[in-house]
């Protein structure tokens, strides 16, 4: 109802209706709004709830802007909030803001709030901390936090009805969540208490995952109603370990995650031949296998990098981005791959692997999706034994 009154006041624009609505950001987040939102007036929906990512370095904010701009793209109506570390530059910020309703800053490191106090007791929980921020979002009645490397192919504001904590299980280790997708609700509470468990308990993975299952413990017992289906944090890894399931299902998939330590701007692409540079499209994808990675191409060069272009000026953008996406320190990573000061990942390797060599980088999340690792070669191998 409130949504269609809004829509029926043809005098003002949306930057005036926002004005009515201003930020409500605690003071631990400064809340960068722009003060010109964009024309779209689906942007200028009502709402108390809202999707929420965290960027806490370039890269990452450019993973935040294509799952912003996917959201966008499937007409959510719900608020887009993304939270920034301090590394995440001006000119990312600006496009964030272009995208999302909200960019708020967390930088726990200057703040003088319990997060302060508890990343000088566990400096190596930094990510987490800043992760587990997100509860402090109050001014929303309920969110669905999403990781920067996930993508959208459907809306599914649906997960909405759901309540705390809400997730998807882990491929790893099924009777544990992803959190890479999940229902919450803020709550300075809760925020304080999961402080608290971490101070206390550490993380058993050294991320927020851990931390998370750990603290919400009764999820793969308690209330069937609080796993979402996979296909809400369909994790690209999972794809190759029961094909046979993700032929059956795979088409039904609305969030992809790209988990492990390959992410989608580590790859380049050739926007004319719409292919995922450095590696060959698998001939023979007749089946089901949507191409993930030339899907989130998609949606950056169209709508990410005419923002970035503009955000930077007359500089010449540089859609090569390789380089710059380890600056961070602060990631998820950490949770995924143990490895909280992981190099840079290496470019893969135009040398035939053995065997041995690539079931390794398999195992280390190093998996080449458009070349040895592509579905169709996978199918092929499994179709020898499935016959
Ligand atoms: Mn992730």
Not at 98 to 123: G, Q, T, Y
């Amino acid at each position: 109802m409130i949504r269609k009154m809004w829509g029926l006041i043809p005098v003002l624009d949306c930057s005036q209706l926002l004005r009515f609505c201003p930020s409500q950001c605690k003071t631990s987040l400064v809340s960068f709004t722009t003060p010109d939102p964009r024309a779209d007036p689906r942007h200028c929906t009502m709402s108390d709830q809202a999707f929420v990512t965290l960027a806490t370095n370039d890269s990452y904010a450019k993973g935040a802007m294509v799952l912003g701009q996917s959201l966008r793209n499937h007409n959510t109506s719900k608020k887009l909030v993304v939270l920034v570390g301090p590394h995440v530059a001006e000119p990312c910020r600006e496009v964030l803001g272009s995208i999302f309703d909200e960019v708020c800053l967390v930088n726990i490191m200057d703040s003088d709030d319990e997060a302060h106090l508890a990343l000088m007791k566990r400096p190596d929980l930094g990510v987490t901390f800043t992760k587990l921020h997100c509860w402090t979002l109050t001014q929303y009645s309920k969110c669905v936090f999403m990781d920067a490397d996930t993508v959208v192919l459907s809306n599914i504001d649906e997960l909405f009805e759901r309540e705390e904590l809400s997730a998807a299980p882990d491929p790893g280790w099924p009777d544990c969540f992803n959190s890479g997708v999940f229902v919450f609700t803020p709550s300075n509470e809760t925020h304080e208490k999961l402080l608290a468990f971490c101070e206390e308990n550490g993380s058993f993975d050294g991320g927020d995952q851990g931390v998370l299952n750990s603290f919400f413990n009764t999820w793969a017992t308690a209330d069937i109603t609080k796993h979402l289906p996979f296909i809400y944090n369909l994790s690209s890894i999972a794809i190759y370990s029961y094909l046979p399931a993700f032929k059956q299902y795979g088409r039904n998939a609305k969030v992809v995650h790209f988990l492990g330590k390959l992410k989608p701007w580590n790859y380049s692409y050739d926007a004319e031949k719409g292919e995922v540079k450095g590696h060959a499209l698998s001939p023979d994808s007749s089946h089901l296998h949507p191409d993930y990675l030339v899907m989130w191409w998609q949606v950056y060069t169209e709508s990410v990098v005419p923002l970035l272009q503009k955000a930077h000026g007359e500089t010449p953008f540089s859609g090569d981005f390789e380089e710059e996406s380890h600056k961070g320190n602060l990631q998820e990573e950490v949770r995924e791959e143990s490895q909280p000061a992981a190099p840079p990942p290496p470019p893969p390797p135009p040398r035939q692997l053995s065997s041995e060599e690539r079931k390794q980088r398999w195992e280390d999340g190093q998996i080449d999706y458009m070349g040895d690792d592509a579905f169709a070669h996978i199918e092929k191998k499994l179709n020898t034994f499935l016959k």
